[in-house]
């Protein structure tokens, strides 16, 4: 028995638990009750539901949203869209399942509340572009995260999930979760009949560009800590598109969005001599993707690869034109306040760097790579598709189910389906709660069942860093060093710098080889040997511990998704040196794991890609 295993145990009964109460798992908690009135639905949160997950801080505009109501757009324009700047590579029946729905998303959030800006002329959404509409959204989450509450029979706050449980009584089907309080420590173990995973993406995993005291300002959000794709890997379920790493060029230093400004006050961009770059690439770009450069909007990738290797040329820095457009006092406002709705902490930078973007045009830059399931990329889990689109291939249970039975995702967790954002990520939630309500429903009598041995052994696994930094810390030779455990800060940066220097981080200028990716390999594989000795010396630091954890599980998947693809699919996010170009003869296909936790072993495959849509 460990020192902390005395610990209380809370057990806790449920038909449905949602992990994550961000927008996915909040369209997911509603979802659930609309469809399962008398069913007992728990979301977990490792957070507060109320400022939580990605959109915490607010948005200023929806990122997807069709306008079916105006003949705005179909929704499969919008699996056109999605198609194209993923360079082809799309489950077009999750992405037009999601299309189809996402109006209707968007109107309850305008009925709860929620302000959407109006065209004074025509009275419909202010369009910030083709798919985005513009909303006053500094309470975005609290407003959506309100339904949730009113919806779940219980929220459970500030408990961080570490592991799934599984069924005792059939293999490959799921029987809860477990986590701790990240308050008073009680361990928590929940039962349930079918679990949705929506807890985020993955930021973290490769260095940031802003280290020491600046390393939680990164443009995703520090606390997506890989959770969604840790869990199910842990459990087996297949993922796939995990190599589909994103970068982001966002302005200097405070990572400030760029889309409002692009499509809302057309700015654009130069090189440093005033210059327009993006034609100096095309000749080259074309001779890695082919036609796919032709393609309209020109993939976002693509635009990343022009600015880096503009950058590469000694052209740099790269400007965003807004002298131009803040001389008009309406685009100067709608300047700002883009920033107040989701990201102050860019006008904090311009104040504190001297910047006035009507005299100085501001830098911009790229990110280091994060994974994610909803943004211009689409890592994640396998998941079975719509009964009445997807092709036979991609169906085996309930929509939205993973590879393991009564383990279902939404938003960031799923992949394969680019461009969810929120409203899609909620809409992608609400489907597959009421799949999983189905899923529940059609159990009967064969429910699953929690082994006590297992998650008592799990207790012991979650304490462990407390009792490792609680007999070691009387060793300490210097500072914070210890000749027997690490600290999850000491792991995070030894984690960031396999990655960043083996897989395609900014140090590398985003590439990397086999010979780069087989030894990053192995760099991992020593590190997870060394989390076994991960000391935490409070609650706070054991919730870092399990971060780091699912991390390096996360990290693993994409390193091993990379060295799988022989090619460079997404120039502007990652390139494979030894295969530079895009192969769509043998790379036409999603790359599928399965990691194997006995063995520690991956096992990767292809997929088709079926294009549903002309
Ligand atoms: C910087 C940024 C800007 C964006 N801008 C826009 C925009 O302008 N418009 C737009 O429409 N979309 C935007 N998006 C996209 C949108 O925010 C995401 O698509 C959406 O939030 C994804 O939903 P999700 O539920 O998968 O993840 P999240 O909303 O991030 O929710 C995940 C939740 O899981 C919780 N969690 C994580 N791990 C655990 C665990 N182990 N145990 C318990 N809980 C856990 C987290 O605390 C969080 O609450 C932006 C995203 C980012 C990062």
Redesign the pocket.
């Given at each position: 028995m460990g020192l902390f295993t005395r610990r209380k145990t809370v057990l806790v009964d449920s038909d449905i638990l949602i992990?994550?109460?961000?927008?996915?798992?909040c369209g997911a908690t509603y979802e659930s009750r609309y469809w399962g009135r008398d069913l007992k639905i728990v979301c977990?949160?490792?957070?507060n539901?109320e400022r939580?997950?990605?959109?915490a801080q607010g948005?200023?505009?929806?990122?997807?949203y069709m306008g079916m109501q105006w003949n705005e757009n179909r929704p499969e324009d919008h699996v056109r869209y999605a198609r194209n700047d993923l360079m082809g590579l799309v489950r077009e029946d999750l992405g037009y399942d999601i299309a189809r729905h996402v109006d209707s998303t968007v109107h309850k959030f305008e009925e709860w509340g929620l302000p959407i800006m109006r065209d004074p002329k025509t009275g419909r959404y202010q369009r910030e572009g083709k798919w985005q509409i513009m909303i006053h959204g500094e309470s975005y989450k609290p407003i959506v995260a309100e339904a949730a509450r009113k919806a779940a029979t219980e929220v459970y706050n500030r408990?961080?999930?570490?592991h799934l449980l599984m069924d005792k009584t059939k293999p490959n089907r799921v029987a809860g979760a477990v986590?701790f309080s990240v308050r008073n420590g009680n361990f928590y173990v929940f039962r349930a009949k079918a679990v949705i995973v929506?807890?985020?993406?993955a930021s973290h995993i490769f260095k940031p560009r802003a280290v020491g005291e600046g390393m939680g300002r990164t443009?995703?959000?520090p606390?997506?800590?890989a959770?969604?794709y840790a869990l199910p890997i842990q459990v087996g379920a297949t993922m796939t598109q995990m190599e589909n790493r994103i970068v982001l060029t966002r302005f200097k230093d405070g990572y400030g969005?760029v889309?409002a400004y692009f499509l809302h006050l057309k700015t654009y961009t130069q090189n440093a001599y005033g210059q327009d770059y993006e034609a100096f690439w095309y000749d080259s770009i074309k001779k890695m993707v082919g036609d796919y450069v032709d393609r309209h909007p020109v993939p976002t990738c693509l635009r990343n690869h022009a600015l880096l290797e503009e950058v590469k040329a000694g052209r740099g820095p790269i400007r965003m034109v807004t002298k131009e457009a803040f001389q008009d006092p309406h685009k100067e406002t709608v300047g700002w306040e883009n920033f107040l709705g989701?990201t102050i902490g860019q006008a904090v930078v311009w104040a504190s760097q001297n910047i006035d973007p009507k005299e100085i045009n501001p830098e911009l830059t790229t990110s280091e790579p994060y994974v994610m399931g909803?943004?211009a990329t689409c890592s994640g889990a396998w998941a079975s598709g719509p009964e009445d689109c997807a092709p036979s291939e991609y169906q085996w249970g309930y929509n939205r189910m993973m590879t393991v039975a009564g383990l279902f995702g939404?938003?960031?967790?799923i992949g394969g389906s680019a461009h969810?954002?929120?409203?899609g990520?909620f809409t992608e939630?609400r489907i597959a709660g009421k799949a999983a309500v189905k899923y529940v429903n059609d159990l009967g009598k064969d429910q699953p069942q929690v082994s006590e041995a297992e998650y008592e052994d799990l207790k012991r696994i979650v304490y462990k860093p407390l009792e490792n930094y609680e007999i070691g810390r009387n060793e300490i030779v210097a500072g914070t060093v210890s000749p027997s455990y690490i600290l999850p800060i000491h792991g995070l940066q030894r984690l960031e710098k396999i990655m960043d220097e083996y897989v395609g981080g900014i140090s590398a200028n985003y590439t990397t080889n086999e010979p780069l990716l087989s030894r990053g390999i192995e760099l991992l594989g020593m590190l997870k040997e060394d989390l076994a000795h991960l000391g935490a010396e409070d609650l706070h630091q054991l919730q870092r511990a399990w971060e780091l954890e699912?991390r390096v599980l996360a990290s693993e998947s994409v390193t091993q998704h990379t060295l799988f693809r022989a090619e460079t699919r997404w120039p502007g996010y990652y390139y494979r040196a030894d295969h530079p170009k895009l192969d769509d003869e043998d790379w036409h296909c999603f790359t599928l794991s399965r990691y194997d936790r006995k063995s520690g072993k991956w096992e990767m495959e292809k997929a088709p890609v079926y294009h549903l849509i002309d």
């Amino acid at each position: 028995m460990g020192l902390f295993t005395r610990r209380k145990t809370v057990l806790v009964d449920s038909d449905i638990l949602i992990i994550g109460g961000g927008m996915g798992g909040c369209g997911a908690t509603y979802e659930s009750r609309y469809w399962g009135r008398d069913l007992k639905i728990v979301c977990v949160e490792k957070a507060n539901i109320e400022r939580s997950g990605a959109v915490a801080q607010g948005l200023y505009a929806i990122n997807c949203y069709m306008g079916m109501q105006w003949n705005e757009n179909r929704p499969e324009d919008h699996v056109r869209y999605a198609r194209n700047d993923l360079m082809g590579l799309v489950r077009e029946d999750l992405g037009y399942d999601i299309a189809r729905h996402v109006d209707s998303t968007v109107h309850k959030f305008e009925e709860w509340g929620l302000p959407i800006m109006r065209d004074p002329k025509t009275g419909r959404y202010q369009r910030e572009g083709k798919w985005q509409i513009m909303i006053h959204g500094e309470s975005y989450k609290p407003i959506v995260a309100e339904a949730a509450r009113k919806a779940a029979t219980e929220v459970y706050n500030r408990i961080m999930v570490t592991h799934l449980l599984m069924d005792k009584t059939k293999p490959n089907r799921v029987a809860g979760a477990v986590g701790f309080s990240v308050r008073n420590g009680n361990f928590y173990v929940f039962r349930a009949k079918a679990v949705i995973v929506a807890a985020g993406g993955a930021s973290h995993i490769f260095k940031p560009r802003a280290v020491g005291e600046g390393m939680g300002r990164t443009w995703y959000a520090p606390w997506s800590s890989a959770s969604a794709y840790a869990l199910p890997i842990q459990v087996g379920a297949t993922m796939t598109q995990m190599e589909n790493r994103i970068v982001l060029t966002r302005f200097k230093d405070g990572y400030g969005p760029v889309g409002a400004y692009f499509l809302h006050l057309k700015t654009y961009t130069q090189n440093a001599y005033g210059q327009d770059y993006e034609a100096f690439w095309y000749d080259s770009i074309k001779k890695m993707v082919g036609d796919y450069v032709d393609r309209h909007p020109v993939p976002t990738c693509l635009r990343n690869h022009a600015l880096l290797e503009e950058v590469k040329a000694g052209r740099g820095p790269i400007r965003m034109v807004t002298k131009e457009a803040f001389q008009d006092p309406h685009k100067e406002t709608v300047g700002w306040e883009n920033f107040l709705g989701m990201t102050i902490g860019q006008a904090v930078v311009w104040a504190s760097q001297n910047i006035d973007p009507k005299e100085i045009n501001p830098e911009l830059t790229t990110s280091e790579p994060y994974v994610m399931g909803s943004h211009a990329t689409c890592s994640g889990a396998w998941a079975s598709g719509p009964e009445d689109c997807a092709p036979s291939e991609y169906q085996w249970g309930y929509n939205r189910m993973m590879t393991v039975a009564g383990l279902f995702g939404a938003g960031d967790a799923i992949g394969g389906s680019a461009h969810k954002f929120s409203s899609g990520s909620f809409t992608e939630g609400r489907i597959a709660g009421k799949a999983a309500v189905k899923y529940v429903n059609d159990l009967g009598k064969d429910q699953p069942q929690v082994s006590e041995a297992e998650y008592e052994d799990l207790k012991r696994i979650v304490y462990k860093p407390l009792e490792n930094y609680e007999i070691g810390r009387n060793e300490i030779v210097a500072g914070t060093v210890s000749p027997s455990y690490i600290l999850p800060i000491h792991g995070l940066q030894r984690l960031e710098k396999i990655m960043d220097e083996y897989v395609g981080g900014i140090s590398a200028n985003y590439t990397t080889n086999e010979p780069l990716l087989s030894r990053g390999i192995e760099l991992l594989g020593m590190l997870k040997e060394d989390l076994a000795h991960l000391g935490a010396e409070d609650l706070h630091q054991l919730q870092r511990a399990w971060e780091l954890e699912h991390r390096v599980l996360a990290s693993e998947s994409v390193t091993q998704h990379t060295l799988f693809r022989a090619e460079t699919r997404w120039p502007g996010y990652y390139y494979r040196a030894d295969h530079p170009k895009l192969d769509d003869e043998d790379w036409h296909c999603f790359t599928l794991s399965r990691y194997d936790r006995k063995s520690g072993k991956w096992e990767m495959e292809k997929a088709p890609v079926y294009h549903l849509i002309d």
